[in-house]
């Protein structure tokens, strides 16, 4: 209840009431729900802060990351650089071949001997089209071997220069085959017979003649299935 007092000037007092109960329960409503609400916003202010430190911490830990991503590219790119050098650029000439005998991979030291560029080979000539005639049939005449045991050694070759000059190389190839035993693709290296006829006028001590010698022997195996056997002297 809450009382009021006026004087009407007429010598008498008069008194006025009013119940407030209902507008004390609205206020202390009002109150509740303003001290609710502070909190409300204090909590969702400590959850923003929260959050906001965490995605601060993943942010550089994202970072760092991503640093260090870039450090590992750049050393893979490095050692990719040195191998792709080693592959391309080595003294020997590499390439690979299909099942069908067309060259899908070779490196700059072959294109180099042949004389061509990569987009005038690879996915376009087939290997036997870079031999004469009779390399020709003498590598066709492997293909069964290599096919029966996936490994040629030392196959003696003449292959001609985009200019029409032949040189000799020594094939070696052996066979990638999938996890069901099929042919992928051939993993070959030649070797330029470069300086042989120096070779064949060199005598022993004893003066025996020595040879350069490729027979067709069969290749050893090591271990691993790889091949031992190289171009060798004999007297």
């Known amino acids: ?11 008498c007092i008069y008194s006025f009431l009013r119940d407030v109960t209902e507008d004390k329960k609205v206020e202390n409503e009002l109150h509740q729900h303003r001290r609710r609400l502070e909190e409300l916003v204090a909590r969702r202010t400590m959850q923003v802060d929260t959050q906001a430190l965490v995605f ?38 590499y390439h690979s071949l299909d099942s069908d005998g067309v060259v899908i991979q ?10 061509l560029t990569r987009e005038e080979v690879v996915g376009k000539m087939r290997f036997s089209e870079l031999l004469t005639p009779t390399s020709r049939k003498t590598f066709q005449e492997s293909c069964q071997r290599f096919k029966a045991c996936g490994l040629v050694c030392d196959l003696q070759l003449e292959i001609v220069h985009k200019d029409g000059a032949n040189f000799s190389v020594l094939l070696s190839t052996n066979a990638i085959r999938d996890a069901a035993d099929r042919f992928v693709m051939s993993r070959s290296v030649m070797l330029k017979r470069v300086g042989v006829i120096a070779v064949d006028n060199v005598r022993a001590p004893n003066g025996a003649q020595l040879s350069y010698t490729t027979a067709e022997t069969p290749c050893p195996k090591g271990e691993d299935g790889t091949s031992a056997a190289y171009p060798r002297l004999v007297m």
Do not use: H, V
Not at 5 to 11: A, K, Q, R, T, V
Not at 77 to 90: E, H, P, S, T, V
């Open 56 to 93: 601060e911490s993943a942010n550089a830990n994202l970072s760092s990351k991503l640093d260090d991503c870039r450090k590992t590219g750049r050393t893979l790119k490095k050692y990719a650089d040195q191998f792709a050098d080693l592959y391309n650029n080595a003294p020997c000439g």
């Open 106 to 115: 070779i490196n700059d030291t072959g294109l180099k001997w042949l004389g």
């Open 1 to 11: 209840m809450s009382s009021n007092f006026s004087n009407l000037n007429d010598g």
